[in-house]
């Protein structure tokens, strides 16, 4: 669930059109899929609405108009949250992606970035730069997208309008889902 000031968003299905639309009635349709039960960072989040193999994981995927590959304070590179393939927790790779699938523009994504502060639910996202550092991150909405970047401001002067959003893991069931190992 994704919150700014008092308003509820949440995701939508992210291969209608590829990108994640932002509605006030949407719910953030993933789970947590942990390696074991204590780790809730460096986590690959799979999405319940992904029908194929790149989009079964909720992934940040670089923006059409960066630069590079890296989320950086001072830049306007950014990153979309769709689907995509697993990736590990390392810089962005090349592979099969929700942007990628609906525009044709091949972009790098991250999917092995999220943690969830098992107290508050509160998610936040780790891009991993090409150089191996860690940038901070912020969660926004822009024209009506939800994103990820290093520097709001810088990207707000660059593209306009820009609602910065925190994002919350809401548990709706208590029910177990079978954890599955990639090896």
């Not at 949407?26 to 204590?38: A, L, M, P, S, W």
């Not at 304070?73 to 390392?90: D, E, F, H, L, R």
């Not at 525009?103 to 780790?126: F, L, M, N, R």
Request: net charge negative; aromatic share 10%.
């Amino acid at each position: 669930m994704l919150k700014s000031a008092e308003t509820h968003h949440g995701f939508s299905e992210f291969e209608q059109p590829g990108l994640p639309a932002v509605s006030a009635q949407t719910k953030f349709d993933t789970y947590q899929q942990c390696t074991d039960d204590i780790s809730y960072s460096s986590l690959n989040l799979k999405t319940l609405n992904g029908s194929s193999d790149y989009t079964a994981n909720l992934a940040a995927i670089g923006g059409f108009a960066n630069a590079n590959s890296n989320l950086v304070a001072g830049t306007v590179n950014y990153a979309y949250i769709g689907g995509s393939q697993a990736s590990p927790n390392a810089p962005a790779q090349s592979g099969a992606n929700s942007f990628t699938a609906a525009s044709g523009t091949v972009k790098p994504y991250e999917s092995d970035i999220w943690t969830i502060d098992p107290t508050t639910g509160a998610v936040t996202a780790q891009w991993v730069n090409t150089d191996g550092s860690t940038p901070k991150t912020y969660f926004a909405i822009a024209q009506n997208v939800v994103i990820l970047t290093a520097d709001l401001s810088r990207y707000a002067i660059s593209f306009g309008s820009i609602t910065a959003v925190s994002v919350t893991f809401v548990q709706l069931s208590s029910s177990v889902v079978p954890v599955t190992t990639t090896v």
